[in-house]
Nanobody
Framework: QVQLVESGGGLVQAGGSLRLSCAAS????????MGWHRQAAGKQRELVAS???????NWSDSVKDRFTISRDNAKNTVYLQMNSLKPEDTAVYYC?????????WGRGTQVTVSS
């Protein structure tokens, strides 16, 4: 059974930073794209950023100059470094990964940015 476990969320003041991690575990033969989505209260879930195994990136314009996505293929882990956080970044952040040809989601981690 494959699982994605996120960590690193929390409460931070505007302008602060947080680093999210998402580790994949279980019987894993291949991992393609890994990434992060978020869902604010009352809004649809949206892509934040994603990274392929080869390092190609896809970004939301709203975070492109403030967030950095990276991955450690040896650890089956993807990271999201979030800097200059704004109150509008408040959301549940979900890890998503294509593993063994299937689409997996984590349970989410809450990020709250106070003004």
């Amino acid at each position: 059974q494959v699982q994605l476990v996120e960590s690193g969320g929390g409460l931070v003041q505007a302008g602060g930073s947080l680093r999210l991690s998402c580790a994949a575990s279980g019987t894993i033969f291949s991992i393609n794209t890994m990434g992060w989505h978020r869902q604010a209260a009352g809004k649809q879930r949206e892509l934040v950023a994603s990274i392929t195994r080869g390092g190609s990136l896809n970004w939301s314009d709203s975070v492109k100059d403030r967030f950095t996505i990276s991955r450690d293929n040896a650890k089956n882990t993807v990271y999201l470094q979030m800097n200059s956080l704004k109150p509008e970044d408040t959301a549940v952040y979900y890890c998503r990964s294509f593993i063994n040809g299937r689409d997996y989601w984590g349970r989410g981690t809450q990020v709250t940015v106070s003004s």
